[in-house]
């Protein structure tokens, strides 16, 4: 098997929507094999595309807050690896906001990608692209219901919404997200990306659902 640099170097040059992209190739995604936390997002906006460092915007800024973490440790790849359901920008719809992710990235490299990532412990699956593709039947029928039955998907996965400013409404309709969401993932957060010779909070474990 060839080995995670070589890949990325593969995925990096990949040109296949080159056709498709109105800005052009430039696959965005950090990854090494010691990282314990994964992000698995949208698809870069054109901020990422210009500076080819992901969640380098607006959206980044608040998935760090919601995170707990500052850019040095999430951008740390030893830490935390960052693989979009789409690598590229795939430009935008008539109304302004950015169009789906190409649906040819994530069946074609997410696999090779993980089966490199042997030391993952939690997947943070942000949006709902990324819900569907990696929670399949066990995903709800909305994103808000599959975000609240959060419980269900520990200690694999953990739903969360974009933290995108449109989904302003969608958070103050929705006060549970950061009174119950947010402080575990928090805790996860910092037990993940903490030192490893340090002692670091104790692994959560699933709790019963509740009803939705």
Known sequence: MESLDELLREVRSCRVCANSLPLGPRP???????????????????????????????????????????????????????????????????????????????PMWHQKLLAHLPATELTLLIGRYAQLHYLGDSSRRTLTETVQAWRDYLPKFLPLPHPSWRNQAWLKRHPWFATEVLPVLREETKRLTCDRRGIGPKRLRPARARAV
């Not at 997002?41 to 500076?51: D, I, S």
């Not at 169009?99 to 990235?105: D, L």
């Open 28 to 106: 965005v995604l950090r990854a090494t094999s010691t990282a314990r936390l994964l992000l698995i997002g949208q698809a870069p906006g054109t901020r990422v595309h210009a500076t080819g460092i992901p969640w380098n915007d607006a959206s980044g800024e608040r998935l760090r807050e919601w995170m707990g973490i500052d850019k040095q440790r999430f951008y740390d790849a030893a830490r935390v690896a960052i693989i979009p359901m789409g690598f590229c920008y795939p430009g935008a719809d008539a109304r302004g906001s950015d169009r789906p992710p190409r649906k040819e990235c994530a």
